[in-house]
């Protein structure tokens, strides 16, 4: 969990795990191919471990589950 503080942005993150959900402001953001829209893409880097990035409209609460 964390504030994303900008309006508008991109956030990457390294995971251990594959998240089941994640959510902006409680709105469930969606697995997506190209990062066009506000969602996320999760790409396998191997040992477990994946490449996260959210492109988020608005400032707030990000949940990763």
Do not use: V
Not at 21 to 36: A, H, P, Q, Y
């Amino acid at each position: 969990e964390y504030t994303a503080t900008n309006q508008s942005g991109t956030e990457f993150l390294r995971l251990a795990f594959i998240p089941k959900t994640i959510t902006e402001n409680g709105i469930r953001l969606e697995l997506l191919k190209s990062m066009n829209n506000s969602g996320y893409t999760l790409k396998p880097l191997g040992n477990g471990d994946y490449a996260l990035m959210i492109k988020h409209a608005k400032a707030g609460k990000i949940i990763i589950k």
